[in-house]
C-alpha cells in the first residue's frame, strides 16, 4: 500500500507573524498622516469660523455704529444674528468681545492649538 506524502493547506507561524509585523508597519506610518491631515482640517474649519466672525462683526458695525460686539450676539438662529450655523470641530473656544480692527482667536483647538485671524 503506497501513502502519499502528508500536504498542509495552512499557513506556519512565522508565514502569519510576517504579515502581522508588515500590517503593524503600515498603521504606524498611516497614524501620523491621518493625524496631520485631521489637525489641518480642523484648523482650516476654525479659520473658516473666524472669517464668518469677522464679516459678520463688520456688517455689526456698519448697521448698529459700535466697534464692539459680543461674539454671542452675532451667533445663533434668531434673524437678527449675522450668523446662522456655527460649528465648533475640535472644543476651541472664540473671542468673546471682537473689537474693530483688532484680530479674532479662536484657542484651545483640540486642547493645544490656537489660530488668530485678522483682516
Do not use: C, H, W
Not at 506524502?5 to 498622516?33: D, H, N, Q, Y
Not at 491621518?34 to 448697521?63: E, M, P
Amino acid at each position: 500500500m503506497k501513502t502519499s506524502p502528508r500536504t498542509s493547506k495552512g499557513f506556519t507561524l512565522v508565514e502569519i507573524m510576517i504579515v502581522v509585523v508588515i500590517i503593524g508597519l503600515l498603521a504606524a506610518m498611516a497614524v501620523p498622516a491621518f493625524n496631520k491631515v485631521r489637525q489641518s482640517s480642523q484648523d482650516k474649519t476654525v479659520l473658516s469660523n473666524l472669517r464668518q466672525l469677522s464679516q459678520a462683526a463688520d456688517t455689526y458695525y456698519g448697521d448698529k455704529g459700535f466697534s464692539s460686539v459680543n461674539s454671542t450676539d452675532l451667533v445663533g438662529s434668531n434673524s437678527s444674528q449675522y450668523v446662522k450655523a456655527f460649528t465648533t470641530v475640535a472644543n476651541e473656544t472664540y473671542t468673546a468681545v471682537i473689537l474693530q480692527a483688532l484680530p479674532i482667536t479662536a484657542s484651545g483647538i483640540a486642547g493645544a492649538r490656537t489660530v488668530t485671524y485678522s483682516n
